[in-house]
């Protein structure tokens, strides 16, 4: 089954650093979105950007969606040790079966 | 308030034998999910439950049987438990409209070990 790509795989920055990440996928969607699970834990939902929308913020957090290149990206601003988790995306298809595919994940480390 | 709970948390068994995992959520949602995240994290759908119906199963071995008795509840039972089995699994939940779903929402995930 298709599934979404994040790149890259692992990223270690320094604490107020900008975080970004990128998620490829490769069918048309309703929506995209971002999750962050900690080590251990579930999966927390960050984001949902519509397919017809470009951009989205939330806090530190930015989203973008270019439908053309079937691409997303999420950045993190200012980031923090607290924001050192792995980040998915998801997706879901235009067929409407509720099925969402999650990308391999990004492992973020942000270092104090 | 918990909104997506599983249990157990940790499941250490043998090959062969018979589990089960319990989910459930209290967000009132109509859609509920189990995922398997294997030991590289890559996330993958088993099943999907929208009003206590089937409508995802992803190829999964017929030794999974989810149950859903009422939309709250997701149940997974596992029969004749093999290595490969072991993983993490997460229940989540969501609101749908239409045909389109929204954000999930998940539980802390069941770790299962299977010796």
């Known amino acids: 089954s298709q599934q979404g790509e994040e790149d890259p795989q692992a990223l270690s920055i320094q604490e107020g650093e900008n975080a970004t990440m990128n998620c490829s996928y490769k069918t048309s969607i309703n929506n995209l979105q971002w999750y962050r699970q900690n080590s251990g834990r579930g999966l927390v939902h960050l984001i949902l950007i519509r397919s017809n929308e470009r951009e989205k913020h939330s806090g530190r957090l930015r989203v973008t969606l270019d439908t053309s290149k079937k691409s997303s990206s999420l950045l993190i601003t200012a980031s923090r040790a607290a924001d050192t988790a792995s980040y998915f995306c998801a997706t879901d298809r235009t067929s409407g079966t509720y099925k969402y595919i999650f990308g391999t994940g990004t492992r973020l480390k942000v270092l104090a | 308030d918990t909104a997506v709970s599983q249990t157990p948390k940790y499941l250490v068994t043998q090959m062969g034998n018979d589990k089960s995992i319990k989910c459930e959520q209290n967000?009132?949602?109509?859609?509920m999910y189990w995922y398997k995240q294997d030991s590289k994290k890559f996330l993958k759908i088993m099943f999907s439950y929208n009003n206590k119906e089937l409508i995802i199963n992803e190829t999964v071995p017929n030794r999974f049987s989810p149950k859903s008795p009422d939309k709250a509840h997701l149940n997974l039972h596992i029969n004749s438990l093999e290595l490969g089995d072991s993983a993490v699994y997460f229940c989540?939940?969501?609101?749908?409209?239409?045909?389109?779903?929204?954000?999930?929402?998940f539980g802390p995930g069941t770790r299962l070990t299977v010796t």
């Open positions: 967000l009132g949602h109509d859609t």
């Open positions: 989540a939940s969501s609101h749908v409209a239409g045909a389109i779903a929204y954000e999930q929402y």
